[in-house]
């Protein structure tokens, strides 16, 4: 991943994050998206949004850090790093200067379940990101050099996003716990030990493999006349080669037997927590159908705003969190999961407020949730379908993120009925399902001492006070 | 296509209509004395409004450091016989979103709502209410006050927190812009609901008050919606012109952490938001560490060394001088070598400033990318609420690609020099062994 502020790992913590405040198209959008697919096996998906004269176009591989074997964790995002190291067409730094002096802002994300690419850029502009774009879908150089130096990059990158945050430790250490053996128990970013010793052979198998046309998928959401875009796909992404992509494998997540507990010590002031559940997401296709759905209006129930349970009885009654929240992905790939994480109150512990937690849950399994609170969660459905589709990018990503995951973006646009759909009972009834102690996972953080340093401040000493700087 | 066909194509694009497709900006100032500004657009059936205050921490005392920003959290927990849930739910039961939040220049109320009246109007209405006259409960403030140490707490945990802390302190001393906006330990529990009666009786008022708009409203819609928010809010004073930055006293200072890598952040006194050379500044800095992989800073310390993840800098306008931040991070053990190199860019850069290749991408790379610094509402309130704070003028997206294009080499660079050419910076280095 490149840039700064727009990149990330988008770890599927975020991605729910995301996913819960969107909730599908409104109605009368049914018709402006336009589906085509090339010759190659390309699908291409265009929505029109004329309110500005502006363009994103997204290639989305179906490729992710849940494909890694143990031993080249993190290799999907090192190799969407060497994206931009140049081709035999357009040598190192050609890509983003273009780009760049176009008007344009680009830039790469890695999930668990895929990687993608995206160019926003004035509406004319829109041929300049398709013959970069397609260019690279099979004409990188991978240099042993240039690898040797990005490698060192991504090491920092995972420096300042997890070692150094201790939050991030824990959730890593969670995830290895909560899914042991199958893929989204690793980290995206790759653990340290297999960055380090990651050799350029291995990227370009997984360049080889998995960078196809037939394994992609273009979104184009804009100011655009889709028989234009779809005719300028075909003369830039037509002429390139397909290769067959093998079905990656169906992990199935282990039968959880009893309550996990780990801790993590790390240095930090704040004491944090990680309780979840293993869940059903869409694609596990559970008993009823309508579960996932119903363990999304679980989560805005819980979370869903200031008016919400976790804010109203845990923060502002109880006083018992600092923050709490949760989260969950009806979308993943290969599992649902169903998490809730805060800090504790000032004179709170960690128990305190595992406790307060688990006794809101099982509120939920005891009596339905109120008219009054599921009728606000639907008004908030309605509302930020509209709000969402303030941004074109995030209009592209829904799209992006479904056709990936599961081959039918129409999946974004039954999202909103599904949610609407929703009974108190089903609420409940998620909640007793599967809110049950044999299915939990807790994940804990033991803070450390930040000790001050009084040497500092060459120039005023009186400036880095320990009061100041050191909480605890 | 074949590279050169791609170059002329570039060439050879012109940016058609831009200027003229900036969006029409009405302004208007109320009986009350607050200024309104607002941009129709009717493509989503909904409405953004930004109330923005000049009553963030540069307003507070030095002693009372965290009170704009616990002023601003608790605007929301109680008016007249509401309570802060009966709040929430005046606003989310019809699936509007509002949030409040203070920094160093700003306090803003932000809502966004769907524009059905019977959805708009009452939440406006609440806004309107609970934000002039919030009755800042005792117990909810003790309970604001111990989650604010908490948050305290949580982002000193952070190596980039304390030293970004330690740069304002140093950058700033005895000017209000040194005030952490999320206060000290000590400040936040001397606050009492005293404090934030006072302070929001005097900043929260329609003389200091932006009322930015965007959205499915026409004007007289607007008007009415403005005029009915503002209506609520004393009169009041605008706040008074804060003091000049004082002079810097250059200095490095470094403070142990016990983090893998080593966060370097230098700084500068730059300008103030209404600087005449703002844009000459903006290019210039885009070659030096604004523009991303087109920056001299990401090149040399992560493109050709591999240095760091990012590696960038920015200047932040305000109302009074605002800093110049450059920052990297890279491992402790090689710490040096990158502030080395940090510092040699910016010092090669600051000797003759962008070669005209450089100028030249830069300038592109604004001007063709203004459509998207404009294309959604959110954007635009935002746009909008800094034209109203700064006293911008109304035609400021009009004339901007032009103001852009007109600029030359020796003016980007005098710019450039002219801010940051003396030797007076600050450095703050936070990591394991420093």
Known sequence: MIGQSLKRVVQIFIVTLMMLSINGFAAADKSDVTEAMLDNGMKILIKQDHRAPVVVAQVWYRIGSSYEPDGITGVSHVLEHMMFKGTGKYPKGEFNRIIAENGGKDNAFTGRDYTAYFQTLEKSRLAVSMELESDRMQGILLDEDEFAKELNVVIEERRLRTEDKAESKVYEKYNEAAFPGHPYGRPVIGWMRDLEKLEVDELKKWYQRYYSPANAVLVVVGDVDPAEVI?????????????????????????????????????????YVIIGFHVPAVANKPENDWEPYALEVMSAILDGGSAARFSDQLVRGQQVATAVSTSYDPFARLAGHFLISGNPARDKSIGQLEKAVLEQLKMLQGKPVSETELQRVKAQVIASNVYERDSVFYQGMKLGLMETMHNDWRLSETHNDRLQAVTAEQVKYVARKYFQPENMTVAVLDPQPIPSNEKSAKTDSKISSKEQYNAN | MPTRLLEILVLFFIFPGLAAAAPKIEHWVTEKGARAYFIE?????????????????????????GLAMLTSEMLLEGSGDLDSKAIAEGFEDRGAEVGTSSHRDMAIVSLRSLSDKQYLDPVVDLLAAVISEPSFPEKNLEREKARSLQSLDHSLQQPNTVGKRLLYESLYKGHPYANHPAGTHESLKSINRDDLVAFHRQFYVASNMVIAVVGDLNLAEAKDLVKRVSAQFNKGKAAAALPDAPAIRAGEHRIGFPSTQSHVMTAYLGIKRDDPRHLALKVGNYSLGGGGFQSRMMDEIRDKRGLSYGAYSYFLPMQQTGPFIASLSTK?????EAYTVSKEVIDEYLKTGPTAKELELAKKNITGGFPLTIDSNKKLVSTLSAIGFYSLPVDYLDTYIDRVNALDHKEVTQAMQSVLGSASRVTVIVGEGQ
Do not use: C, W
């Open chain 1, 231 to 271: 005719a300028m796909a075909k003369k830039y992404y037509g002429p390139l080669k397909s290769t067959a992509v093998e079905s990656p494998e169906k992990h199935v997540v282990v039968n959880q037997k009893a309550t996990k507990r780990i801790t993590v010590k790390a240095p930090a002031n704040v004491p």
């Open chain 2, 332 to 336: 402790n053990e090689q710490v040096e």
């Open chain 2, 41 to 65: 657009t009717h493509a989503l059936p909904m409405v953004d409004i930004n109330l923005v205050f000049n009553a963030a921490s540069a307003r507070e005392p030095a002693d009372r450091q």
